[in-house]
């Protein structure tokens, strides 16, 4: 797991702005496995690993 707090408090912020998006909902709903409580943890954690594979930051390499 890439995913750090600041990926995941990103990922909070648009939840709370209603911003979903579809394809990693499609996934965190086949993941839960018909749970409909846990389908949110599971999209905010592919949404922060979605957004840490996107950070550039996180491919620098320090000396």
Do not use: C, T, W
């Not at 086949?30 to 996180?58: C, F, N, T």
């Amino acid at each position: 797991m890439q995913a750090n707090r600041f990926h995941f408090r990103k990922v909070i912020e648009e939840v709370d702005k209603n911003f979903f998006d579809p394809v990693l909902m499609q996934k965190a709903q086949e993941r839960s496995q018909g749970i409909d409580k846990i389908v949110l943890a599971h999209y905010m954690i592919l949404r922060a690993e979605d957004m840490s594979s996107r950070d550039k930051l996180s491919l620098r390499r320090f000396p």
